[in-house]
């Protein structure tokens, strides 16, 4: 910490820093413990995904694409693949824009059940962390089930999906939804209702809802502050405009609009109620027919070799809509989030947006008090042993 | 904030077309349906003159207040640099959003388009990320620094360039290399 003034000093925090779950870098200005500027830098995991995607071809890239990122896998490839079917004209057979709904809702309950977690970690309750992510075990197992993988799930196709989900495998998921309509009322108890949590973050990162529209704030952080902004429901892509839901803003559950951390937490536990809800949607009125406009990846590829048009995918990923990463969107509302809030509010605010700067995985296993690492070898045996005991 | 009347896609194209006469090149509707109810959503396409840019968007923001802008994407064409500004109208009513897409194409003699910023304040990592990918220059960017590429990448490199001053030079198969 240096000094730069009589009143003031600059505090660098990140790119690497056990309060942040991701690497940026903050540069605030601070006045004793209160927070009066803050500067915000990027690009510590800028990979040229863009420029590496212009050297594959379309369907390629839709593997490139769900590694940007490991918590919305789907939404990534999903966007891309939007953009590609409406420049080349393709059209989508319905029961796989119903697939589609099905992985997408899922993918946004594991993602906002994961986000509780680290929300409740960094206010200091890890008991909380592994509560809510012992839940969203649940829905990855799910995902593995109905795809083949937990994190890149490898479903997206241009014009379609890969996999079908057919009636045999409805029970398994109609017992997934149970689970967690049955475990919402706890997270409920402990996110909404617990007195130490509303004492920490109400009235705590506020954005107001004038600067969340300035700023283009999207997802549930826009939400938070009272926008009424949802792709799924502004444009009702894939099979949305199909189904009957809503706009879900913090009113709902608070009667007010505050847009501070709670409000945020509260956008994101009804959320999840409601892709519970869409899913079994879908599920009910689920047409049939094909899953994807062209099975034959040579033809399509063909197709796609000989169009030209220009087209753009946006769709409502977990944190906000997506044409590019949410966190592009919600980096700039950081700033009046986090002036003149308290140093200690940090991790906190910083992490109420969800933020994702990119996702790596690494395995450590302590045994015997020494530490051992698992090659890929290992990791691959026991991913296959696990998806033969989740489907026999 | 209020909104005037909500225009539908063709009168919106006409409000472009009456007010900047001359410097509109393309304009088109893409009209798309979803869904067994076969619910409809659009796209505006609208190419035009750099010079009336701006004006355009502020423009944009008199229809609707809440203007929002997503993103703004970017190609390098050989002679041309094309940017494609992504905004929408009307959300928060649904199926009643527009999606409007602003393209600009800038010469490589004159990369120079002016900010939006001091209209929409969020556009500022958009425009800074263009700065440093496609080599372009904002006029009056708040904030003229890098975003995304490290401090010492070298400068007159643009990654997004397909041109002599693309990352070509950069680019090692460490496959073929000894580290």
Redesign the interface.
């Given at each position: 910490m240096k000094t730069t003034g009589k009143t003031t000093y600059q505090l660098p925090i990140g790119p690497i820093h056990p309060a942040l779950k991701e690497p940026v870098m903050f540069e605030f200005e601070v006045d004793g413990e209160r927070i009066v500027n803050v500067n915000i830098?990027?690009?510590h995991v800028?990979r040229?995904v863009?420029?590496t995607a212009t050297q594959r071809n379309p369907i390629q890239v839709l593997y490139l694409a769900e590694r940007i990122c490991g918590i919305c896998s789907y939404c990534h490839p999903m966007a891309f693949s939007l953009a590609v079917e409406?420049a080349a004209g393709i059209e989508v057979p319905?029961r796989a824009?119903y697939l589609r709904v099905i992985h997408g809702e899922l993918e946004r309950i594991c993602s906002h059940i994961l986000w509780a977690g680290v929300a409740a970690h960094e206010i200091g309750f890890d008991s909380v962390l592994f509560l809510t992510w012992q839940m969203r075990e649940k829905g990855v197992d799910l995902t593995e089930y109905l795809t083949g993988n937990r994190i890149t799930k490898g479903i997206t196709m241009i014009g379609g999906v890969r996999r079908d989900i057919t009636p045999d495998m409805h029970p398994k998921i109609q017992e997934a939804l149970q689970y967690y309509k049955e475990n919402f009322k706890k997270l409920q108890q402990v996110f909404l209702d617990d007195k130490t949590f509303q004492m920490r973050c109400k009235e705590c990162g506020v954005l107001t809802k004038e600067d969340a529209?300035?700023?283009?704030?999207v997802g549930p952080t826009a939400r938070a502050s009272g926008?009424?902004?949802d792709?799924r429901?502004?444009?009702?892509?894939?099979?949305?405009?199909?189904f009957d839901f809503?706009?879900i803003t913090p009113d709902i559950h608070t009667g007010e609009v505050h847009g501070d951390v709670y409000d945020r937490i509260v956008v994101r536990l009804l959320e999840i109620q409601q892709s519970i809800a869409l899913i079994e949607q879908c599920l009910d009125?689920i047409?049939a027919g094909p899953i994807v406009s062209e099975p034959n990846i040579q033809k399509l590829l063909t197709k796609l070799k000989n169009t030209s048009g220009?087209g753009?995918g946006?769709m409502e990923a977990p944190r906000g809509?997506k044409?590019?990463a949410p966190t592009?969107?919600n980096?700039?509302?950081w700033i009046p989030m986090l002036t003149n809030q308290q140093i200690a509010d940090i991790p906190i605010v910083a992490s109420s947006t969800d933020p994702c700067m990119s996702c790596t995985n690494r395995v450590t296993i302590v045994k015997n008090q020494g530490t051992s690492f698992l090659d890929k070898e290992e990791l691959h045996r026991m991913s296959i042993q696990k998806t033969r005991r989740l489907c026999p | 904030?209020t909104q005037k009347q909500r225009l539908n896609p063709e009168e919106l194209i006409q409000s472009i077309k009456d007010m900047f006469t001359t410097n509109i090149q393309d304009a088109r509707i893409?009209k798309?349906t979803?869904?067994?109810?076969k619910?409809e959503?659009y796209?505006l396409?609208i190419r035009l003159d750099k010079t009336i840019f701006k004006e355009a968007v502020r423009h944009l923001q008199s229809l609707d207040p809440?203007l929002?802008?997503?993103?703004s994407s970017g190609y390098d064409l050989d002679d041309t640099i094309e940017l494609?500004y992504?905004f929408?109208l009307y959300?928060?009513?649904?199926?009643?959003?527009i999606?409007v897409?602003l393209t600009v194409a800038l010469p490589k003699s004159d990369p120079t388009i002016e900010t939006i910023t001091d209209l929409?304040?969020?556009?500022?990592?958009?425009e800074q990320e263009k700065q440093e990918?496609l080599g372009i220059m904002v006029k009056n960017i708040p904030k003229n620094t890098?975003?995304?590429?490290?401090d010492d990448f070298p400068k007159g490199v643009y990654?997004?360039r397909r041109d002599e001053t693309g990352?070509k030079k950069l680019i090692r198969n460490l496959h073929k290399e000894k580290i």
């Open positions: 830098r990027l690009g800028h040229g863009e420029w409406r319905e824009d529209l300035a700023f283009c704030a926008v009424k902004k792709v429901l502004d444009q009702g892509y894939f099979a949305y405009s199909d809503d706009y009125q047409p220009e753009i946006r809509e044409v590019r592009y969107n980096i700039l509302p | 904030m893409e798309r979803m869904g067994k109810k619910t959503f796209h396409w809440a929002h802008f997503a993103v494609v992504s929408s959300h928060g009513v649904r199926h009643q959003e999606s897409n929409i304040p969020g556009s500022l990592i958009s990918m890098r975003v995304f590429i490290a990654p997004w990352p």
